[in-house]
């Protein structure tokens, strides 16, 4: 099973673009499954050691991957975040498989945009997701980590979608 990670800060289009993924591969006729791990990490409380639930969205995704592929998903697209080489590589012995990591950078005031739509009513909130942004996005640019970076610009979510594709080598695909 192909196994396609989209990366990124918060408000960097991760899911829409997997969403739009999907859309593709389904024209394609690939049969495929799509997991977000905002998802399968979303637990509380979390552990002191682990604020972001990661070693529950890591066993999370690796009991949904076996259970994709033995129902015939011949790739998995997933959306989250990878901050470390260590991260990746827990993933991959979860899932089983290798994975071609793509990192979305969209341009600052895109995803401020993005996060002040989002979080419109929550101050506190936004506001996090906003500082975390930055944060987040000086942790991957030092991680170094992705198989391939996707600039965004405005960019519509399938025209994202057929960039990572391609620059995850699917490009007969879109």
Request: hydrophobic share 45%; charged share 25%; net charge negative.
């Amino acid at each position: 099973m192909h196994v396609l990670f989209i990366n990124g800060t918060v408000g960097a289009g991760k899911t829409t673009t997997m969403d739009a993924m999907g859309t593709i591969l389904r024209g394609a006729g690939i049969p495929h499954a799509l997991i977000d791990l905002d998802g399968l990490r979303n637990a509380w409380p979390a552990p002191d050691d682990d604020p972001f639930n990661i070693r529950i969205a890591q066993v999370n995704l690796a009991a949904m991957s076996d259970t994709y592929r033995q129902f015939g998903a011949q790739m998995l697209v997933v959306a989250g975040v990878l901050e470390s080489l260590d991260e990746r590589d827990r993933c991959e012995a979860m899932i089983g498989s290798h994975m071609t990591v793509v990192r979305l950078r969209p341009y600052a005031e895109a995803i401020r945009e993005r996060l002040w739509q989002r979080h419109h009513g929550d101050d506190a909130e936004r506001d996090w997701h906003l500082d975390r942004a930055g944060v987040l996005d000086n942790i991957l640019d030092e991680a170094k980590l992705d198989d391939a970076v996707v600039e965004v610009g405005r960019d519509l979510p399938l025209e994202v979608a057929k960039k990572v594709l391609a620059s995850a080598g699917f490009a007969e695909t879109v």
